[in-house]
């Protein structure tokens, strides 16, 4: 037995040392790709002694300057304890939430179960039908037919209705989700009969109401829900939570900064700071298709939707970081839309804030990956 458990651990460790580079090499071409941006902040000496000085003392070794000018070419705002974006994705997130303990997690089937049924002060979408490892479950988790799965969505509404349709497994940014328009068993925005639909999607995937957004939400632009990203973390005193951005769409259904969405930096009482930013430093005082103004822009809630992450953050003990998509709907209910357990990112929220993801706290998440 122990020779079988000294495998185990060469062949993880192999694996963990393979995903580590995988993702090294990722980010170096992520910030080689904004080299432009980079090249227009520089630091003076003062600054880069504070970094130098910080760094060395929590993490034992120097930072490129990169990412810390990367940061504040998109605010102005100098902070000598912004958090590299590799340090993160390459260290501090594996050691932390081990994808293996984390993998299951991710099914995004599973979103019920983390965030409970409203008892912790948030609901989750309404799910009509799901396909988990291509076995077709109804709302109530019965195991159901194909045709059974299609006569449910057919029969769902009298009339007509919409829906979201989105892959649960191997997702990110926005990519393989889709709204379907219901009406007489096919999709009237396509013209597929369900069946066809439920066929593109593989075999694990969700049908969930579509939320209708808070007012103050659509205001901001109607085409895409606009979600909250709350990344929460656990410290030695407890669960804190980053700095908010709002997460707007601008071309099309989703709004995820990869997929042409634009962020912008909340306050924790809910008020929208005065400029959001695409990926590539696309600069927005006020919406580009509804015209809003986004400074000082109220939403709501949002005192209470970090209240709720630290509490939803409970449920997830072994897991220090947890991002959740937040929104509010049209009955002033919260909403969390997803969960993210592993490859997360820090970098939104500090571009959008000018200032460091993880603030006073910055030193002891260096500190768990300090090098000897």
């Given at each position: ?164 349709v989105k892959k649960t497994v191997d997702t990110s ?200």
């Amino acid at each position: 037995m122990k020779f079988y458990r000294l495998i185990e651990k060469i062949l993880l460790f192999c694996l963990v040392s393979s995903w580590r580079w995988f993702v090294w090499v990722h980010e170096i071409k992520n910030v080689r790709s904004k080299k432009k941006l980079i090249k227009r902040q520089n630091l003076t000496s003062e600054q880069k002694k504070l970094i130098d000085d910080f760094y060395l003392e929590n993490y034992g070794r120097k930072v490129s300057y990169y990412w810390h000018r990367l940061y504040q070419s998109y605010t102005g705002n100098f902070d000598y304890r912004y958090f590299p974006e590799y340090l993160f994705s390459v260290y501090l997130e594996p050691m932390t939430n081990k994808r293996l303990e984390v993998s299951a997690l991710e099914h995004k089937s599973l979103l019920t179960n983390i965030v409970g049924n409203g008892e912790y002060g948030a609901r989750v979408p309404k799910t009509y039908v799901e396909c988990v490892g291509g076995t077709f479950w109804d709302g109530e988790r019965n195991i159901v037919s194909k045709d059974e799965a299609c006569k449910i969505l057919a029969d769902l509404y009298e009339g007509t209705y919409q829906a979201i349709v989105k892959k649960t497994v191997d997702t990110s940014s926005g990519r393989d989700v889709r709204l379907i328009h219901v009406e007489n068993g096919i999709d009237a925005l396509t013209n597929e009969t369900l069946e066809t639909v439920l066929e593109t999607m593989g075999d694990n995937f969700v049908v969930q109401e579509k939320i209708l957004a808070h007012p103050n939400f659509a205001a901001l632009y109607p085409g895409s829900i606009n979600t909250l990203r709350v990344v929460s973390y656990l410290t030695s005193k407890g669960a804190r939570v980053a700095p908010v951005l709002l997460r707007i769409g601008q071309k099309g259904y989703v709004d995820n900064a990869h997929a042409g969405g634009i962020i912008v930096g909340v306050t924790d009482e809910g008020k929208l700071l005065s400029e959001a930013y695409t990926e590539y430093q696309e600069r927005y005082c006020r919406h580009p298709v509804t015209n809003v103004v986004f400074e000082d822009y109220q939403l709501p809630l949002v005192p209470e939707i970090i209240q709720t992450a630290k509490r939803l953050h409970k449920n997830l003990p072994n897991l220090r970081f947890v991002s959740w998509d937040f929104t509010v709907d049209n009955n002033s209910q919260i909403v969390v839309l997803e969960v993210n357990l592993c490859s997360q990112s820090v970098w939104m929220s500090q571009l959008a804030h000018g200032k460091s993801v993880f603030g006073d706290d910055t030193a002891e998440m260096l500190q768990l990956i300090k090098r000897k």
